[in-house]
């Protein structure tokens, strides 16, 4: 049995020698140390690190977080996944639904307070259903935004005690695009309005970019929010 200071020194020694490692030898490194101990998350804008764990994993769990706020095009695109690919969906909810969230802290916390909606909608939930997992992969890439930019492709996430990877944390969009189409891979329809990133439907939480904006420039577009808080 592994201790979290032995996870902690395999993340450091991973981080460095699989830097230059392609996207399916990291996810090959995860499957082969840590087995059904370890999960894809996804948003559902596409399906790229499922389709790419699923190919050294099959049966991966690929967990994903309904936040009660999503538009019926992300679910479509969660529910696809499951029906088409070698995968096990997880869905995790929040505690509270969003009519009892709206009783207890009032209606649209979205619009007053983003951070406090997200962590009781995303944060905590992830928190909880990572319990079941020693390492977690995540689609994060360095081209998406500033704060994003020095993403290790893997990381020890001492928040939660748990193995952090970004196995396409080198790609760039262009990467992404090649391999959906080499790879017929699924992808939510929203990108074909317009959209460049896709969280929860509220304007306020994602919206189209503007003329010349791209990649997460919606996201929480003018209230200097950057990120829901799960790689914070
Ligand atoms: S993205 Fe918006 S609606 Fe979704 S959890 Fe965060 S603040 Fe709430």
């Not at 999503?70 to 696809?80: L, S, V, Y």
């Amino acid at each position: 049995m592994s201790t979290t200071a032995d996870y902690e020194a395999l993340a450091t020694a991973a981080a460095r020698d699989l830097e230059e490692a392609t996207a399916q030898e990291i996810l090959q490194w995860a499957a082969d140390t840590f087995g059904k101990r370890f999960c894809v998350t996804s948003s559902m804008e596409d399906a790229v690190v499922a389709h790419l764990a699923s190919s050294v994993l099959p049966g991966v769990d690929v967990v994903f977080l309904d936040t009660g706020y999503h538009f019926a095009e992300t679910i479509g695109t969660r529910d696809a996944v499951a029906a088409t690919m070698p995968v096990n969906v997880i869905t995790l909810t929040p505690k509270l639904t969003v009519a009892e969230q709206d009783a207890q802290y009032g209606p649209n916390l979205h619009d007053r307070d983003p951070d406090l909606c997200c962590s009781l909608r995303k944060v905590e939930p992830l928190n909880r259903g990572l319990g079941a997992y020693d390492a977690w992969a995540t689609g994060l890439r360095r081209d998406e935004s500033p704060t994003r930019a020095n993403t290790p492709v893997v990381a020890w996430d001492a928040k939660r005690r748990k193995v952090k990877l970004a196995p396409i944390a080198r790609w760039t969009q262009d990467d992404v695009d090649a391999y959906v189409q080499a790879n017929g891979v699924l992808l939510n329809p929203l990108l074909w309005e317009g959209y460049t990133s896709i969280g929860c439907s509220p304007l306020s939480c994602t919206a189209k970019p503007g003329e010349g904006e791209k990649g997460r420039a919606g996201r929480w577009a003018g209230s200097g929010k950057t990120e829901c808080g799960i790689h914070l």
